[in-house]
């Protein structure tokens, strides 16, 4: 997800760009309670429901293991919103691109 962003904090090279945002570092962004990195499972919520989120309205849950979030600006691309210290968009979605920021590991719904 980080490659197809705009641009990094984790370095000066320009990224591909082909998602219009950027990406940041959970640890000058966030309070000190939250570890770095973000490991472990995590409540998201669907908030574009297309063909990958149908059947998983409202929350789910992702596995994390990251120290980096992406930010977009266009928030029509957003379809999945994680809060770790603060909201994040975890799914993106643009044209034929789909990027998840989650492990591969088991999606769950969470009833």
């Known amino acids: 997800m980080q ?9 000066k090279l320009p990224r591909l760009g082909w998602i219009d945002g950027m990406t940041y570092n959970f640890k000058s962004r966030i309070e000190e309670k939250y570890k770095i990195p973000h490991i472990g ?37 957003s379809m999945v919103k994680t809060t770790y210290g603060l909201e994040f968009d975890s799914a993106i ?13 088991k999606v769950t719904n969470s009833e």
């Open 3 to 11: 490659l197809l962003t705009n641009a990094s904090e984790e370095g």
């Open 93 to 105: 979605v643009n044209d034929n691109i789909l990027i998840l920021s989650s492990t591969q590991k």
């Open 41 to 77: 499972w995590n409540f998201s919520n669907v908030i574009l429901t297309n063909v990958f989120t149908k059947g998983y309205e409202g929350e789910i849950r992702f596995y994390f293991v990251y120290s980096y979030f992406v930010k977009i600006n266009n928030e029509e691309n």
